[in-house]
T-cell receptor, first 113, second 112 residues
Framework: DTGVSQDPRHKITKRGQNVTFRCDPI?????LYWYRQTLGQGPEFLTY????????KSRLLSDRFSAERPKGSFSTLEIQRTEQGDSAMYLC???????????FGPGTRLLVL | DQQVKQNSPSLSVQEGRISILNCDYT??????FLWYKKYPAEGPTFLIS?????DKNEDGRFTVFLNKSAKHLSLHIVPSQPGDSAVYFC???????????FGKGTKLTVNP
């Protein structure tokens, strides 16, 4: 049983650089979610895809953030011109249908210096 | 504003005893609730869920209770084991939204 996978697991970058993260959901899961977790907080919703369509975005997702899911399978989250406040764990989750459980990947920990 | 609140940042119990983790919510539109467990440097792992049409759901050592009138839910772990030591997150959603809203988590330590 293959779970949600994320790559890379860790990323250190300098302020102002662009970074891209990848998420591979559980196969046959058509719904994919991105969350962000900062220290001492629970995960916060960023965006949601159903197949390739991005259907919901949080106001947390500033214009420096963009997410894609081009073929309805894997997804990428790109952060342009990173800031120190972007340092967080970025979590991806997927599920099969609206009333199913969301299953999370291991996360990508980003540190912006 | 915090729609899901876990007011105890930490809880310590002895192995074999009961662990009770609490969660309060403010949004009356929430109709589905979940508990996740998280180890350091890993993603949250689903534990148990409950829909608003029920007031109790059991899965092995884990039981979730929902009190809709009080907007309160709790997770009971019996008996507690050292491997249960982790951060536990309460999460909620409403039928009209795909997103989960999480509390800040409670760090459970089970002492041998």
């Amino acid at each position: 049983d293959t779970g949600v996978s994320q790559d890379p697991r860790h990323k250190i970058t300098k302020r102002g650089q662009n970074v891209t993260f990848r998420c591979d959901p559980i196969s046959e899961h058509n719904r994919l979610y991105w969350y962000r977790q900062t220290l001492g907080q629970g995960p916060e919703f960023l965006t949601y895809f159903q197949n390739e369509a991005q259907l919901e975005k949080s106001r947390l997702l500033s214009d420096r953030f963009s997410a894609e899911r081009p073929k309805g399978s894997f997804s990428t989250l790109e952060i342009q011109r990173t800031e120190q406040g972007d340092s967080a764990m970025y979590l991806c989750a997927s599920r099969k249908g609206q009333y199913e459980t969301q299953y999370f990947g291991p996360g990508t920990r980003l540190l912006v210096l | 504003d915090q729609q899901v609140k876990q007011n105890s940042p930490s809880l310590s119990v002895q192995e074999g005893r009961i662990s009770i983790l609490n969660c309060d919510y403010t949004n009356s539109m929430f109709d589905y609730f979940l508990w996740y467990k998280k180890y350091p440097a890993e993603g949250p792992t689903f534990l148990i869920s409950i829909s608003s049409i029920k007031d109790k759901n059991e899965d092995g050592r884990f039981t979730v209770f929902l009190n809709k009138s009080a907007k309160h839910l709790s997770l009971h772990i019996v008996p507690s084991q050292p491997g249960d030591s982790a951060v536990y997150f309460c999460a909620a959603s409403d039928g009209g939204s795909e997103k989960l809203v999480f509390g800040k988590g409670t760090k459970l330590t089970v002492n041998p």
